[in-house]
């Protein structure tokens, strides 16, 4: 068994920062992609930012030059660094991985959420 656990979400001013994580734990035998979705009040879930396998990063375009995502393979961690956060950054921000585990399944794991609010 699986399980993502997030960290690093709250409150904040227009303008701050905030750094989220996910710890990845469980029976892994392969850590491939790991991103960050978000799912915004009477919004669909919508990716944020991607750390793929191969390293590439691909962001959503709202988030370009504000957020960054890294990824600590020894710690089975994905960070997501949210800066100049916006209003409509008000979000339940969650992790998401693929992962090869100890019955040599690919599966998709998400966390459970952590709430990020933004407010003016």
């Known amino acids: 068994q699986v399980q993502l656990v997030e960290s690093g979400g709250g409150l904040v001013e227009a303008g701050g920062s905030l750094r989220l994580s996910c710890v990845a734990s469980g029976s892994i035998s392969k850590i491939h992609h790991m991103g960050w979705y978000r799912q915004g009040p009477g919004i669909d879930r919508e990716l944020v930012a991607l750390?793929?396998?191969?390293?590439?990063?691909t962001y959503e375009d709202s988030v370009k030059g504000r957020f960054t995502i890294s990824r600590d393979d020894a710690k089975n961690t994905v960070y997501l660094q949210l800066s100049r956060l916006k209003l409509e950054d008000t979000a339940v921000y969650y992790c998401y991985s693929v992962i090869t585990d100890w019955d040599r399944a690919i599966k998709t794991y998400w966390g459970q959420g952590t709430q990020v609010a933004v407010s003016s």
């Open positions: 750390h793929a396998s191969d390293g590439t990063v």
